[in-house]
């Protein structure tokens, strides 16, 4: 059982959850991780989802160095200011003052932007749409496990085209075809896309648009990014090509990313009080299968059960270990929001009937031997569809409407606030930083991504923010 609920200390229930579903342990690096397995199949399942769709949308796959001369950032002025309270610098290697100091990878919109320019010549390069997975280190001040730490996993998408408006299309349709569509999807998780203030836009990019998750405890999670970078970094690292009449211009540029932190993301979203709440479509185990007594017989109907569900494709672990006590092994499964648990014992290997809890509901049915496997799938994709709108009913509970940043302060201490963006605009942001608010994005009146430049009837979304 969880010491700690989600209703009364959220910050300690997460941090129990952390330990006792085996997520992740701290690293000797302060601010560091361990992953641990449980956790890292939960991103393998999400990575491979994201991958589909990022290659979906055209980008291809491929790797940059981990070490940037610290020299490429100083060519993008608004891109090292942003970075460098974050910035790892190494100054000596191999036993000796290295000639230029190297960045450790904070992100690669820099040393793209290098390569870029030497494999672009003509507008038939175009557009150039380039992802990476891979490792990156921000120094943070203030870590918490899977939000924010020193080393995080992610993947980052860089793309060049022949017009801003390509690229804005671009950067719009990762946003929605990809990022929005995954959370929703596959991590039940409704998002509120939109474009972030100037104040919070990525550090040289001419727009940001964001999706925003709320929290069980009605916090904004910032959960991906795509980013319109205009010409700032072709300028600066000399991206240019030929366009159909032979004359040289400035390629625009795009980039974009999500991390490790969509799967705290996803432990805030659907925790509750007995622990995690996985949506099947990335529980590292759709089914566990407990095997009460040390009984042949029951053995062989556990392992019946798991075969067949294997061949159906589901992911099936069997719980043998009948030296521990039966409540403290089911109560493990349930801290690890294994979406279904199945009971077996003696008095179901006599009846074939089994004994079923959904894991979302934490409501228990009995189920016919013969009739269990074929009704998984289509239970399955009932608890993702019931996590994705119990997700939604939480959300629109907690979004409240505001005429003034006094009405935001209060309101936004349980959730989420919509006001006019016009209210905030000139100095209203200010006002919101005593009581730890921020704007979260901008939203049109139907609560669309506005375009960038028509903010003016915004409405804006104001929270605190992890």
């Known amino acids: 059982m969880l010491k700690h609920s989600p209703d009364i200390d959220f910050p300690e229930w997460y941090q129990e959850v952390l330990k006792k579903a085996e997520l992740a342990d701290n690293a000797p690096v302060k601010g560091a991780i361990f992953i641990r397995p449980y956790a890292y199949a939960i991103w393998e399942l999400m990575q491979a989802e994201m991958d589909r769709r990022i290659k979906a949308a055209g980008a291809e796959n491929a790797y940059f160095p981990l070490f940037i001369p610290l020299s490429y950032f100083e060519k993008e002025k608004e891109h090292v200011e942003g970075f460098s ?36 010549s003509s507008h038939r390069d175009l557009p150039l ?16 496990a899977f939000l924010r730490t020193t080393e995080f996993l992610w993947q980052e998408g860089h793309t060049a085209h022949v017009s801003e408006g390509d690229a804005a299309q671009y950067a719009r349709m990762i946003l929605d075809d990809v990022y929005s569509d995954f959370m929703y999807r596959v991590l039940a998780i409704p998002t509120i896309k939109g474009q972030k203030p100037p104040s919070e836009r990525f550090a040289g990019a001419t727009n ?6 709320m929290m069980g405890d009605g916090k904004a999670l910032q959960l991906a990014t795509s980013h319109e970078l205009g010409q700032n970094f072709a300028r600066s690292f000399d991206i240019q090509f030929a366009n159909a009449a032979g004359a040289r211009e400035i390629a625009w540029t795009t980039s974009w990313g999500s991390s490790t932190r969509m799967m705290g993301g996803l432990f805030m979203t659907h ?7 996985l949506p099947p479509s990335v529980a590292p185990y759709q089914v566990v299968i407990v095997q009460i007594n040390d009984d042949p017989e029951q053995e062989r109907l ?17 719980d043998r270990d009948t030296s521990r006590g039966l409540g403290a092994r089911v109560t493990d499964w349930e801290i690890k929001g294994v979406p279904l648990r199945v009971d077996l014992g003696a008095r179901e290997a006599s009846e074939g009937v089994l004994t079923v809890l959904r894991r979302d509901t934490m409501q228990k049915s009995k189920v016919r031997l013969d009739e269990f496997v074929p009704a998984v799938p289509a239970l399955l994709a009932r608890i993702q569809e019931d996590m994705l709108a119990s997700a939604i009913t939480r959300r629109d509970q907690r979004i409240g409407e505001a005429s003034s940043v006094a009405d935001a302060v209060e309101l936004a201490q349980t959730g989420f606030v919509r006001m006019p963006w016009a209210i905030l605009r000139d100095g209203g942001e200010e006002q919101l930083k005593p009581a730890a608010l921020s704007v979260r994005c901008l939203v049109t009146q139907n609560g669309e991504v506005p375009l960038r430049d028509d903010v003016d009837d915004a409405i804006a979304i104001v929270a605190r923010a992890y």
């Open 271 to 277: 925790g509750d009080e007995h622990g995690l709440r």
């Open 208 to 213: 940001t648009m964001t999706c925003e998750g």
């Open 302 to 318: 556990a392992n019946q059960l798991r075969g067949s569900l294997v061949e159906l494709g589901i992911r099936v672990r069997v």
């Open 129 to 144: 749409l380039l992802n990476q997975w891979a490792n990156v280190v921000r120094w943070e001040k203030r870590p918490r």
């Open 85 to 120: 309270p974050e910035l790892a610098i190494v100054t000596h290697a191999g036993g000796s003052e290295l000639p230029e100091p190297l960045a450790v990878r904070p992100t690669s919109e820099t040393v793209i932007g290098a390569f870029m320019s030497k494999w672009i």
